[in-house]
């Protein structure tokens, strides 16, 4: 696989990105494709390393290691580095459905689990899948694969996130016919409405959703099932039912002033951004604007950092991010070794633009907000914060005042609305209502009705929305095909 000894000649060289300063102006993409000889180079550092820990996905110290989707990475390296592109394609869509997702916003925990980063650093996997999707694009190799018979059996699948995407796509070339039905105006779930476009450009998505549609998937958007059409209505039209609504209900913080106005949901913030920016270039003004103001984004994760992302785009006057926890180590802690994913410090894209147009870095770490304070007409102006020490809890004299306008809850998500799940009888609590029997841990306690993605795991990556929509097909298929068994007995 690769060249046995690339790793100790070539020295890993990342995707390279635009100018920050250029880019946190303008929705472009932010990263650049390396050249071919490059990413070539790049695939040679994969070494030949036996049990290739890279390409299982699984959870260690409750973070993932490894990739969900068993992509064969060493297999498609090796292709890659002998300049067979398009064999690197085959063998990377025998497991990926959706490459050009993940190879662009997935935070590869497979380069967590690469050998060669137990003794120097990892193979740049997440480049060299982007790399070989987007080549398979330009030349034309993705091509519609409609199954060759219909079963005559049909499939309701609720929501188009990359869960409902997968799903859809692995029952409609086993030959049922699949219908999408999604609540948003445009399809692709948190593909669309959540991840800034600068980071997953929309013509990467609705490209994928076309081939989908040209394989025979239908979709029916701008319908929300339980309200404009009731869920046990599309049970007994459909052979079968699949959830993947998402998991989209916010935590909250109970601090006083929340009811401010000008403090907001990451999720409002960033759908009604992007939703403009479609429509219309943002010229419609339908947006929570963040131009002229200082902002506060409260959370670590990803979702703050698209916030920090579209604040800068907007031109924001200034912004600090909260993170509750301590900046993280520059390299792994001893209790954190290879492969769990390493939890170290780093500056997301986002942040390093926040930098250079503030001159440093966006974060207060160990901080969290004790209060909102408005101004007279009852919007937020400011935000009172407080450091926390190693067990959380508040550190005397260490309270502290930040100007703010606009304020950006991005604390994560509960779990998925309720709506759909009591209206099918299942315990609001998917993850306990769901039925795990090990094969078909899918299957829900109703008959027929499957759940998958975010909705049933809780919000997660992109890449493991995918695996849950592949598996959760196959049971739904499995399902179908024994009961049409019976039915002929
Ligand atoms: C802001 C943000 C940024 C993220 N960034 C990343 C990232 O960079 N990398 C990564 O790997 N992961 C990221 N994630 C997580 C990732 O996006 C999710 O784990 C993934 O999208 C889950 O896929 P899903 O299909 O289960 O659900 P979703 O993508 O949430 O899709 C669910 C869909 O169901 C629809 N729906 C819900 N209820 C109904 C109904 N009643 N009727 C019809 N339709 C309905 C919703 O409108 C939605 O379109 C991010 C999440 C957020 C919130
Ligand atoms: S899908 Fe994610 S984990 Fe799997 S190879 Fe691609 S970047 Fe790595």
Redesign the pocket.
Known sequence: MGKPTGFLEVKRQGMPYRDAATRSHDWDEIALLSTKHALQSQASRCMDCAVPFCQNGSVLAGMTTGCPVYNLIPEWNDLVYRGQWREAYQRLSLTNPFPEFTGR???APCEAGCVAGLVDTPVTIKDIERAIIDRAFEEGWVTPVPPTARSGRRVAV???????LAAASVLNRHGHTVTV????DRL????T???PKS?LPQPVVDRRLQVLRDEGVQFQGG????RDVSITDLGQQYDAVLL?????VPRDVSVPGRDLGGVHF??EY?TGNTKSLLDSGLRNGQYISAAGRDVVVIGGG??AV?CITTALRQDCRSLVQFDIYPQRPDQRAPDNPWPQYPVIHKLEPGQREAQVRFQRDPRAFSTSAVAFLGDASNRVSQVHSVMLDAQRQALPGTERLWDAQLVLLAIGFQGP?P??FQGLGIDHDVRAGAQDTGVDRYRTAVDGVFV????RRG???????IQE?KEAAQACHRYLTQRHKSANA
Do not use: H, N
């Not at 609720?158 to 409902?164: D, L, R, T």
């Not at 039905?181 to 948003?184: K, L, M, V």
């Not at 993947?244 to 989209?248: K, S």
């Open positions: 916003v997935c935070p609720i929501g188009s996130g990359p869960a409902g039905f999604e609540r948003a692709g779930g948190l593909l409405y959540g991840i980071k319908v929300d099932v339980g993947c609504c998402g998991a989209t990451a999720m960033l990803d979702t698209d609305e709506v759909l998958a993605g975010d909705a919000q997660s990556l992109i890449v493991w929305a929509g």
